[in-house]
């Protein structure tokens, strides 16, 4: 696993200040903006920015209750019988929005595979 941001800040120190021309400047901030738009592992997403497209999705979700303390639920996705009013189910039972409210999801990790 590549820690994008300090390969970004690694690029950026060790090469853009050697780059002799313009070309080759171009050449780094194009290879960053490639970094940057790969898809992030085990990053959260908040939910103001996106939620899960599906519903009954599966993720790991970040919950926070009204003291400002936060725990990681695994949760399935759900958008409501007569709306797109989002709402989270966990252990087959629903998250008491009025206790923990969701803050931020992220998709569950491929199972480990043994390399060859």
Known sequence: MIDEKRLIEELRKSNYHH?????????LDRTIRIV???PKVNEWIPIEERLPELAGYRCLATIENKYGQ???ADVFTNYGMYGVSP????NAKEIDLSV?????WQPLPNPYIKEK
């Open 19 to 27: 780059a002799s021309n313009s070309r080759e400047k171009a050449l």
């Open 87 to 90: 709402f989270w189910l966990s």
């Open 36 to 38: 940057q738009e790969q």
């Open 70 to 72: 936060r725990k990681v």
């Open 100 to 104: 923990w409210k969701v803050i931020a």
